[in-house]
């Protein structure tokens, strides 16, 4: 039963297109915009067993699984365009895919820069630029990018890593200014450590040193990412475009 005294999320109904669905936060975002109604379809690169479990373990929810490598522009552009022919629009774009490679800069190699790169800023540009013609028509549309407390707070061994997410905030601004006309809304949202795959390692060569200087005193859950991602995508936040929502426990002051 609907609560009364809680306003439409309005987002039942509506299609959502999720990159990096099959695993960590990605995982979650799709199961907390399925969950309310939306019909979702999520990317993956690799992991068909990931990507099956998140359909298989949601029976009645509207989930559909492409693998695309979001580093193929041409690839963006063909599942955006199959995403529409089948369910009509795309309301919602959440980028979330991306990957790490941390190392000391001296130890870097060419690789590591252009995977991170290549993921975390192209695939974002390309979802993107494939997304925002048919946001553009219909005169709506949101846009929330997965960025990264690192783009803020310099941390060991992320140059490439932190540069990446740097970027994916100056797009964000940028997007927002240029497609805002058009009733589209383009937002961030910054994780601090979340407890995924991704951060495993990270999480277990710290120990408590991380947790001691994250104000909650814990690492964040990609459940609470995803409350963030599904408020940016809602009726709710209807005036806020243009910004970066630190999700981090205070991790960033
Ligand atoms: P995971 O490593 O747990 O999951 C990554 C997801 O991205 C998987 O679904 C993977 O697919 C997919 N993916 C990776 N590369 C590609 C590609 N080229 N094309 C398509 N899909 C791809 O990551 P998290 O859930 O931890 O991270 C999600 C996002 O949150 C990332 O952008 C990350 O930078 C950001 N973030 C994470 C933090 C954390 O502490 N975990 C902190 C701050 C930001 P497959 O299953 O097939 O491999």
Redesign the pocket.
Known sequence: MPDPGMPDPGLAGKNALV????????RAIVERLAGSGMDVTF?????EE??QKVIDENPGLKITAEK????DSAAAMACIEAMVDRVGTIDVLVN?????RDNLLPMLEDDDLSAVFE??IE?VFNFCRAAVPFMMSKRSGRIIN?????AEKGGRGQTNYAAS?GAINSFTKALAVEVGRRKILVNAVA????E????QEVRDLAGDEITSNIVLKRYGQ?SEIANAVWFLSSDLASYITGQILSVDGGFKM
């Not at 995924?196 to 951060?199: C, G, P, V």
Request: without cysteine; proline residues 5%.
């Open positions: 990159t990096g669905g099959s695993r960590g936060i990605g990317t993956y690169i690799s992991n990931a990507a695309v490598d979001v580093r979330n895919a991306g990957v790490i993921t975390n695939g997965i960025s990264s407390v690192s997410k994780p601090g450590v979340i995924t795959e991704m951060s990609p």
